[in-house]
């Protein structure tokens, strides 16, 4: 296939990346011209995808790495760091923010370009890592040093292709591929196709270890990838099973496709309430919808959060023998959260059978009897039961009766979303929820194939 035109669309045009190079410059300049005025001993780099010339169209945004020596304490790496990048930010108007990662990095907005401005240690190789950022110099490093201009293409080629089947980002909310790995891909195999053509025979655990270290037997993720710069480290940790498995499949839907292009561009959906709404009616279950205010905090914490709420809220269904048969969760990421449950069984009848023990054991049936009623039990198989009134025979009450102060303990739900989810909940039409997720919801596969 002939990928010119696709890279003509995705790739940044030589005025962008003039611009993005003259821009990223300036900030070196400044910084390097402060740090020797004010006699701060730290290397400045322009890391990321940018300096490696594998950023996306409309997607340079500017990474800035600071790096201390190591002798300088966390304290004062901080401090300093932040210090210097508020003054950066400052001396070309920008907008600043704080952001937290294994500590404190600056985001602000100069001339429509997304910049962070991130303090780290400067070090030779992963032995010396003080924290995770640390490695990021060293990544830009190989990768520019291993990545042809052609193989950057290439990388472009791979992003694109898992943006749009939905395997890109390395972020919890996605659980995909980093932009780092995508780049030791191709590093592997030369080109996209290749990448996908040796991606559709892939197992649970397959192994890259471009460096040959020999350490891959320390980790059991489904994808390791031995990152070049510090053999101890995963680059495919944050991978999920899913998003794995999804990948080989698209590779291999692409490789048998007759509409390759398509998978290179959004899909065209129309999205139409009254059909979606139809489609979960035709497709029959209980929905129950759940919304609550959105608390402030980090996205790459809400997302977790939102998880580990949802999953457990489901498994104290099930064993109240409400049956959910799928569920998702949803966040406009900036006002409010939704969960949505579809139940196979949301009513139950009022009474459930407690089942006692074995009649061959005469103790324990004694005990049960007594405490029971002997007039109430009787035999199911070789166990002694009686029939115990249900405390909720109603799923929606069920979830009432946990979204409060004195009961929310029963599931485990994000230190930030307790507070908010008891405050804030309330039962939601699903005609109220945002029809993109809905759409997702009913076809989740739709990314994956064309």
């Not at 959105?294 to 049956?323: G, H, R």
């Not at 939601?428 to 029809?435: E, K, N, P, T, V």
């Amino acid at each position: 296939m002939d990928y010119e035109a696709i890279l003509n669309d995705i790739k940044p045009t030589k005025e962008e990346q003039d611009d993005i190079d003259a821009m990223s410059d300036k900030l070196v300049s400044f910084l390097n011209e402060t740090c020797e005025k004010e006699e701060i001993d730290a290397k400045i780099a322009v890391v990321g995808s940018v300096a490696k010339h594998t950023a996306l169209k409309g997607k340079s945004d500017i990474d800035i790495f600071m790096a201390f020596p190591l002798s300088v304490s966390e304290e004062e790496l901080k401090d300093t760091g932040l210090k210097l990048a508020h003054k950066c930010s400052d001396e070309f108007d920008g907008d600043a923010s704080h952001h937290f990662a294994s500590h404190p990095y600056v985001t602000t907005i100069i001339e429509d370009y997304e910049v962070d401005l991130v303090p780290c240690y400067s070090i030779e190789d992963g032995s010396q890592l003080k924290s995770a950022v640390d490695r990021t110099i060293l990544h830009t490093r190989y990768v520019k040093a291993n990545l042809t201009p052609e193989g950057a293409d290439e990388v472009l080629l791979l992003k694109k292709f898992m943006d749009m089947t939905g395997t890109y980002g390395s972020e919890f909310k996605v659980g995909g591929f980093a932009g780092y790995l995508c780049e030791l891909l191709i590093i592997k195999y030369g080109s996209f196709e290749e990448t996908l053509r040796q991606a559709s025979e892939w197992k649970y655990g397959h192994v890259i270890d471009l460096e040959d270290y020999g350490t891959a037997k320390n980790f059991k993720d489904p994808l390791v990838v031995i990152d070049p710069t510090d053999k101890n480290r995963n680059v495919g940790a944050a991978l999920t099973l899913t998003k794995y498995a999804e990948f080989i499949q698209s590779a291999r839907n692409y490789l048998s496709s007759d509409n390759k292009k398509d998978y290179f561009y959004p899909l065209t959906k129309k999205l139409d309430k009254d059909h979606i709404l139809d489609e979960f009616e035709k497709r029959g279950g209980d929905l129950i919808a759940i919304k609550f205010s959105m608390p402030d905090m980090p996205l790459d914490t809400l997302y977790p959060q939102l998880k580990v709420t949802t999953e457990s809220l489901v498994e104290k269904l099930t064993d109240a023998e409400f049956n959910v048969f799928d569920y998702g969760y949803w966040s406009d990421e900036e006002s409010e959260c939704i969960i949505l449950l579809v139940m196979a069984s949301s009513k139950l009848n009022n009474v459930k059978v407690n089942i006692g023990p074995k009649v061959f054991i005469k103790k324990a049936c004694d005990n049960f009897t007594n405490k029971y009623g002997a007039e109430n039990c009787y035999i199911l198989n070789d166990f002694l039961v009686h029939n115990q009134k249900r405390e909720f025979a109603d799923a929606i009450d069920y979830i009432s009766y946990i979204f409060t102060t004195e009961h929310i303990g029963l599931i485990k739900v994000g230190k930030n979303l307790k507070k908010t989810i008891i405050n804030s909940y309330e039962f939601i039409d699903i005609a109220d929820i945002d029809l993109e997720f809905l759409d997702d919801f009913l076809n989740p596969g739709q990314y994956i194939s064309r």
